[in-house]
């Protein structure tokens, strides 16, 4: 399977990619996976860890917005309200939520055993998407053993994309689709700094999706209501505050929209973004402190990236996603052969 960039589908352009052109081109970011399949089964479970030591203890800084609320995660909340995470982030399928939970707890706890006794408690942070089309989601197939094998597997480099964890059965426009990654280089003050995307795409009616070159694949399947859903997680290593974070996650809508997306009623299009720059100690030694911030004249930056990173990063996900059966013998084509069977000279 080739990559949208790959399919030439990315004007030139646009800002520069980072190495691998993938979430974890920022660096101490790690991304892994577990798959389940067999038995109706076509599910599994994508961890995004900000850095490789205890999050409980040095939290990343971090906003949420929700585009359109249509969802069942959990520990947004809290994250809105405080601006940092403390655990690694978990995408699964809808009903995956409380199992993907209680991993995040155990391995909170098995790190801190104070965690709900001598200190607080620990917010887990988990999104999802509905892969019932294709998944058996009533068998309640993901365990919190799943969300642990995912979370070993987390590392840093290239990362699988497609049909693959979290991804495993997901659709979008119509197509298979999954999980994507892509990243921007943006060159503030003589630096270079680096935003990626990871997207779980579970979203857009099909006929909507617009390409870059301003094609509408078909995918020849019957047109149906748009209840889909996105979770786009986004990571930086430039320094901003928890409002700033938030106009940068509220940027990753601009990216859906240039591929059609109107967030319908039924969506649930939810994006976080997370700095590993500056992050907050769970144990302040003094009563105040300092923070490191982007001045706001150079924001704009940030926010291209996130669009442009956020849309390449769906188109990651339908281009390396093949032809999947669903449950009910629809069959969800893959966006690579529409492009096979219609490249332009």
Not at 264 to 282: I, K, M, N, R
Request: charged share 20%; glycine share 10%; hydrophobic share 45%.
């Amino acid at each position: 399977m080739k990559t949208a960039r790959e399919w030439g589908l990315m004007p030139e352009s646009r800002l520069a990619v980072g190495p691998d052109n993938a979430i974890t081109d920022v660096p101490g970011v790690a991304v892994g996976h577990r798959s389940l399949r067999g038995e109706g089964l076509f599910t599994g479970v994508t961890a995004v860890l900000p850095h490789a030591g205890d999050l409980f203890r040095v939290k990343p800084r971090a906003a949420v917005e929700v585009i359109n609320g249509f969802g069942k995660s959990a520990g947004l909340m809290q994250v809105a309200e405080l601006g940092t995470i403390e655990t690694p982030i978990l995408l699964t399928n809808t009903f995956g939520v409380a199992a993907c939970t209680e991993a995040l707890i155990r391995r909170a706890i098995a790190a801190n055993p104070a965690i709900g006794r001598k200190t607080s408690t620990v917010n887990p942070l988990v999104f999802e998407c509905n892969d019932g089309s294709i998944n058996d989601i009533q068998a309640l197939a993901v365990t919190p053993d799943d969300a642990m094998a995912a979370l070993d597997a987390a590392r840093p480099g290239p990362v699988e994309q497609g049909a693959v964890g979290a991804g495993s059965g997901m659709t979008a426009f119509g197509f298979k689709a999954g999980i994507g990654t892509a990243s921007c280089i943006m060159r503030i003050a003589k630096r270079d700094f680096t935003l990626g995307t990871l997207v779980l795409a579970n979203f857009g009616a099909a006929g909507d999706l617009v390409l870059p070159d301003g094609r509408r694949p078909d995918p020849r399947v019957p047109a149906t209501p748009e209840r889909g859903s996105v979770i786009v997680i986004m990571a930086t290593d430039l320094p901003l505050g928890d409002r700033q974070l938030q106009r940068v996650a509220r940027r990753g809508g601009a990216g859906l929209a240039r591929l059609g997306a109107f967030w319908g009623h039924g969506s649930g299009d939810v994006v976080l973004c997370f700095t590993t720059a500056d992050p907050v100690a769970h144990d302040s030694v003094e009563p105040i402190t300092s923070q490191q911030r982007l001045s706001d004249d150079h924001i704009d930056l940030a926010f291209r990236a996130a669009a442009e990173a956020t849309q390449e990063a769906v188109l990651n996900a339908l281009c390396m996603a093949p032809a999947t059966l669903a449950r009910n013998g629809r069959i969800y084509p893959a966006l690579a052969d529409w492009l096979k069977e219609n490249q332009t000279p």
